[in-house]
């Protein structure tokens, strides 16, 4: 079955110091991976996407995202954090089942929140 | 404003009523797609339409729930006689053709309370 995992439900990362947050993925075929973002009372925003060749992607407000094929991850980083970054992080997977996978839709992990202090 | 706009962002109902909601995606954007969000997890797939047709309706939580897009542009969530398990936030999102991967726009989402 395809399926995403994100192994921790909260995140704790003081300002300055870099953070991770983990994803692992299941899917059948080449895994097209996304991450998310989503604050208080707003819809989902796209940060970054793996489709193929180099394994460490750049996103916006300075995040980036490691893809790992033999770990089957996708973990999603920063250098420096902000207490502005403080929010709901999704990662997310293209269906690849669904018509071959060309309508697209994503399957997505459970979230993890990520609070950031001063 | 040219993101994906979703109307009502708050709807109150009693167990039973019908409620609708309207989703506008991005105008160059023939992908629409509509997923749930409950509490705690992340969205879920409910259907997809390109341009006017409907693609994937199965995943669709009962036949309770439907969903229209007549002319390729807005679309709309139906649901009849509401549950207080329909309880939830329901997002449209959108994008573009070509490749199965472009991203998806989201929009603000419609948050459903069944008393």
């Known amino acids: 079955a395809q399926s995403v995992a994100q192994p921790e439900d909260q995140v704790n990362v003081a300002e300055g110091n870099p953070l991770t947050v983990k994803c692992t993925y299941s899917?059948?075929?080449?895994?097209?991976l996304f991450w998310y973002v989503q604050y208080p009372n707003r819809g989902l925003q796209f940060l970054l996407k793996?489709?193929?060749?180099?394994?460490l992607v750049k996103g916006s407000y300075g995040f980036e995202a490691e893809f790992n094929k033999s770990q089957t991850s996708f973990h999603l980083k920063k250098p420096s954090a902000l207490v502005s970054d403080s929010a709901l992080y999704f990662c997310?997977?293209?269906?690849?089942?669904?018509?071959?996978?060309?309508?697209?839709?994503?399957?997505f992990g459970k979230g993890t929140k990520l609070s950031v202090k001063p | 404003d040219t993101g994906v706009s979703q109307d009502p962002r708050h709807k109150i109902t009693k167990r039973g009523q019908n409620v609708t909601f309207r989703c506008d995606p991005i105008?160059?954007?023939?992908?629409l797609y509509w997923y749930r969000q409950t509490l705690g997890q992340g969205p879920e797939f409910l259907t997809y339409f390109q341009n006017e047709a409907q693609l994937e309706k199965s995943r669709l939580l009962s036949d309770r729930f439907s969903a229209e897009r007549p002319k390729g542009s807005f679309s709309t969530l139906e649901i009849q006689r509401t549950e207080q398990g329909d309880s939830a936030m329901y997002l449209c999102?959108?994008?573009?053709?070509?490749?199965?991967?472009?991203?998806?726009?989201f929009g603000p989402g419609t948050r459903l309370t069944v008393l």
């Open positions: 793996y489709i193929t060749g180099d394994n």
């Open positions: 999102a959108s994008s573009s053709s070509g490749r199965p991967y472009n991203e998806q726009f």
């Open positions: 105008s160059e954007h023939n992908r």
């Open positions: 899917v059948s075929g080449n895994p097209y």
């Open positions: 997310a997977v293209r269906d690849s089942l669904n018509y071959g996978g060309s309508q697209g839709n994503l399957i």
